[in-house]
């Protein structure tokens, strides 16, 4: 229908980016190639009215325009919904070095020339004058079969330092190798202090992304070239490389317990240096959160050489006072800590009396201070295995 559309308006429409390098991946390697999470579809023309004239004669929405003249929009076609983003083709400028560029519609050749790396900046047109051919200005097509990662030009990663944190994605991904020009690139954008100038929201955004658009696989060796490739020390982020192994198992250990958002803090959190946690001004985290984990590591480690001698009531208590997010790093940076951490977080903090406090009461407790003191022993003695069910509950208030 977009394509009919687009014939019918005369305006080239075309498909780019992901979505075009990984059909020809597929067909080159025959391997299977995760699913394109969004399709790119680019319009040589007026998007607005023509998006106007397609939610016309389809069910849809537009959810959000961006600045970069580009629109997500929801499709509901025979009972499916489809996430499309719209994009007008485009030229960039960069005026300032990593930052954000100014765009302007234009010729599908800028919008082709615009782009990271040769593998990302091929096409397929779906209307005349191109409809079905498949346009590699940059020799694209011939890096995806050498498996190559290679930026468009060399002041790239200058303008756009997000690009590096990509190129890392698609090397692991899909076993690729950065070219010459990457590595030409990266000392040019060294030379100019690009990714000092990025601002730490996009920083984090793009470490975030190892996270969340990565298989869990992948992410010991997105890390390690990143550490391998300098770009911690050059974002003047410090991090400390032997939290690697330890911050990915425990991600891996608390699958299911905790949000997506709350993972990708910890992630953030448990990478910085914990003799530096300063850093993490440098991605963009408030003065109270920053402050919040220094508290709670000092909380820790006046307990630290003590550890193995504290009871594991006593450990509960600690752990207690300590919100989950900044608990979990501090698993992170103490390992000594990370195995009672692990079984407080998975189940002794799910650990609740079968009684409530109105049940005390009917069995004889005064109301007041007592209930609660009762309700922690029988929490403290069902944690120690001492008592397992109801009946052992009310035993042990009628003892009391
Ligand atoms: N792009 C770019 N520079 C960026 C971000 C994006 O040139 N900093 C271009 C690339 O050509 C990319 C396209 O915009 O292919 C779409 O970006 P995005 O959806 O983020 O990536 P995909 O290529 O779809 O790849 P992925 O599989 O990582 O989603």
């Not at 397609?54 to 325009?65: N, R």
């Not at 900044?326 to 407080?344: E, S, V």
């Not at 998975?346 to 650990?351: A, I």
Request: charged share 35%; net charge positive.
């Amino acid at each position: 229908l977009a394509r009919d559309i687009s014939k019918k308006r005369r305006e080239f429409l075309y498909f780019a980016g992901g979505v075009v390098r990984d059909y020809l991946l597929k067909r080159l390697y025959k391997k299977r190639i995760p699913k394109p999470k969004d399709l790119d579809l680019v319009l040589q023309g007026n998007l607005k009215s023509f998006l106007k004239e397609l939610l016309e004669k389809v069910k849809g929405q537009i959810l959000f325009e961006s600045q970069f003249l580009t629109y997500k929009v929801k499709i509901n076609l025979n009972g499916k919904e489809f996430l499309i983003d719209f994009i007008t083709a485009r030229k960039e400028i960069y005026e300032d070095i990593a930052k954000l560029p100014k765009v302007f519609a234009s010729h599908f050749e800028d919008d082709i020339l615009r782009r990271d790396f040769t593998i990302n900046a091929l096409i397929i047109g779906l209307s005349p004058p191109y409809e079905g051919v498949l346009i590699d200005l940059v020799e694209g097509e011939e890096d995806l079969k050498k498996g190559l990662i290679k930026p468009l030009y060399l002041n790239s990663f200058v303008d756009d330092p997000t690009r590096i944190f990509r190129g890392i994605r698609y090397k692991i991904r899909f076993g690729f190798n950065f070219s010459e020009d990457f590595f030409l690139a990266l000392k040019k954008c060294f030379e100019k202090s690009a990714l000092k100038k990025l601002s730490g929201t996009r920083l984090a955004n793009e470490l975030k992304l190892y996270l969340t658009k990565e298989p869990e696989k992948n992410l010991k060796n997105l890390l390690m070239t990143t550490y391998e490739l300098n770009l911690f020390e050059e974002a003047e982020l410090k991090i400390n490389k032997k939290n690697f192994n330890s911050l990915i198992s425990l991600l891996k250990e608390l699958k299911g317990e905790i949000s997506e958002r709350e993972k990708e803090k910890i992630f953030l959190f448990g990478l910085v240096d914990s003799r530096f946690l300063e850093s993490l001004y440098r991605l963009g985290f408030p003065d109270s959160e920053i402050k919040e984990l220094i508290k709670y590591k000092k909380l820790i480690e006046e307990n630290l050489s003590n550890w193995e001698k504290l009871s594991l009531w006593e450990k509960i208590k600690i752990f207690e006072k300590i919100p989950s997010i900044y608990l979990l790093t501090l698993g992170i940076y103490f390992p000594k800590i990370k195995k009672d951490l692990i079984k407080f977080f998975k189940e002794y903090r799910k650990v609740k009396p079968e009684l409530t406090g109105e049940e005390l009461i009917k069995l004889g407790v005064k109301e007041g201070k007592e209930i609660g003191a009762l309700l922690e022993l029988i929490r403290k003695e069902k944690i120690e295995g001492k008592i397992k069910n109801e009946e052992d509950e009310k035993n042990l208030v009628i003892q009391f």
